[in-house]
């Protein structure tokens, strides 16, 4: 099982920027004939929800639309580290951010599709 660690989480003030990192110990990437990490998010009293994830093997990418123009995610491969850049945040961007990393060959950004997961990062957007 890889394990993975968030970080970059904090305060900023609404039209800011954070990017988060999502280290992977264990196994290069590269290593595994399917590997996605997918970025998600659970705000109090509410669901997890699907932020974006990126196939590491190939680039692909998928955002949930609530993000779509605001966030970037990319990996370095070298360094087994993926990243969600977000700018332009909003207070409803607040919530706990976690990574998660999915070997299927074909995932969809839900929670079930993924089985290994960070401890999460906090994010708090003030207006």
């Known amino acids: 099982e890889v394990q993975l660690v968030e970080s970059g989480g904090g305060l900023v003030q609404a039209g800011g920027s954070l990017r988060l990192s999502c280290a992977a110990s264990?196994?290069?990437?590269?290593?595994?004939?399917?590997?996605?990490i997918g970025w998600f998010r659970q705000a109090p009293g509410k669901e997890r929800e699907g932020v974006s994830l990126?196939?590491?093997?190939?680039?692909?990418?998928h955002y949930a639309d609530a993000v779509k123009g605001r966030f970037t995610i990319s990996s370095d491969n070298a360094k087994n580290t993926v990243y969600l850049q977000m700018n332009n945040l909003k207070p409803e961007d607040t919530a706990v951010y976690y990574c998660?990393?999915?070997?299927?060959?074909?995932?969809?950004?839900?929670?079930?599709?993924?089985?290994?997961w960070g401890q999460g990062t906090q994010v708090t957007v003030s207006s």
């Open positions: 990126i196939a590491v093997s190939n680039g692909a990418t």
């Open positions: 998660a990393a999915s070997m299927l060959r074909f995932v969809i950004l839900e929670p079930s599709d993924f089985d290994s």
């Open positions: 264990g196994r290069t990437f590269d290593t595994y004939d399917a590997f996605t």
